[in-house]
């Protein structure tokens, strides 16, 4: 058996969540590299590990790195949609927006005006308080994956919104002598 290299890192993907959404919009996180920078997206295959490649999702996080979301909006996305995490179309979790909390600090902070800046964070600013899988979701290059956030019902944001979902994730590579 081959010696196995574990190695941590995180993937994410960034889209705008366009006002008005209306009850049962999908917004589809890691299948498209298309007008995106490093900041917004870090993957380069759409739906895919690069051959040869596999890892372990333990965990899943959604943010707001946009500093111009509001509070209002951030608490309609936070309690209105739900991510489900797909491997080969085949449903591994679904999870409500504000049971997978971001862990890191801050969900997102708002000037509001010139004396005062709201933050709000999606749970305990402490890494003991994000979600990790007891079970990691595993895939290969040979599957398709995704993250889909829908919504539950129909929402009028103040504008649109910039939504991040962050992945935990472990690499698993084989080690050539």
Same mark, same amino acid.
């Given at each position: 058996? #081959?010696?196995?290299? @574990? *190695?941590? +890192?995180?993937?994410? !993907?960034?889209?705008?969540?366009? !006002? #008005?959404?209306?009850?049962?919009?999908? $917004?589809? @996180?890691?299948?498209?590299?298309?007008?995106? &920078?490093?900041?917004?997206? &870090? $993957?380069?295959?759409? *739906?895919?590990?690069?051959?040869?490649?596999?890892?372990?999702?333990? +965990?899943? *996080?959604?943010? $707001?790195?946009?500093?111009?979301?509001?509070?209002?909006?951030?608490?309609?996305?936070?309690?209105?949609?739900?991510?489900q995490v797909l491997v080969d179309d085949i449903p591994q979790m679904?999870?409500?927006?504000?049971?997978? #909390?971001?862990?890191?600090?801050?969900?997102? @902070?708002? #000037?509001?005006? =010139?004396? /005062? %800046? !709201?933050?709000?964070? &999606?749970?305990?600013? %402490?890494? !003991?308080?994000?979600? *990790?899988r007891r079970t990691p979701i595993e895939v290969t290059s040979d &599957? /398709?994956?995704?993250?889909?956030?829908?919504?539950? =019902?129909? =929402?009028?944001m103040s504008a649109s919104v910039v939504v991040q979902c962050l992945?935990?994730?472990? @690499?698993?590579?084989?080690?050539? =002598?």
């Amino acid at each position: 058996m #081959p010696d196995m290299r @574990y *190695r941590e +890192s995180f993937l994410w !993907d960034t889209l705008t969540h366009t !006002d #008005p959404v209306a009850a049962g919009d999908e $917004f589809r @996180y890691f299948v498209s590299t298309t007008s995106k &920078n490093r900041f917004q997206q &870090n $993957f380069d295959n759409e *739906r895919r590990l690069p051959q040869g490649a596999s890892m372990l999702i333990h +965990s899943v *996080r959604v943010g $707001f790195p946009d500093q111009g979301v509001t509070p209002a909006d951030a608490t309609l996305i936070q309690i209105g949609c739900w991510v489900q995490v797909l491997v080969d179309d085949i449903p591994q979790m679904e999870a409500p927006i504000w049971a997978l #909390p971001q862990g890191g600090g801050m969900c997102h @902070y708002t #000037p509001e005006d =010139a004396g /005062t %800046t !709201d933050q709000l964070s &999606n749970g305990v600013p %402490t890494a !003991d308080a994000v979600h *990790r899988r007891r079970t990691p979701i595993e895939v290969t290059s040979d &599957n /398709t994956y995704e993250v889909i956030m829908r919504y539950g =019902a129909a =929402a009028n944001m103040s504008a649109s919104v910039v939504v991040q979902c962050l992945l935990e994730v472990q @690499y698993v590579e084989e080690v050539r =002598a």
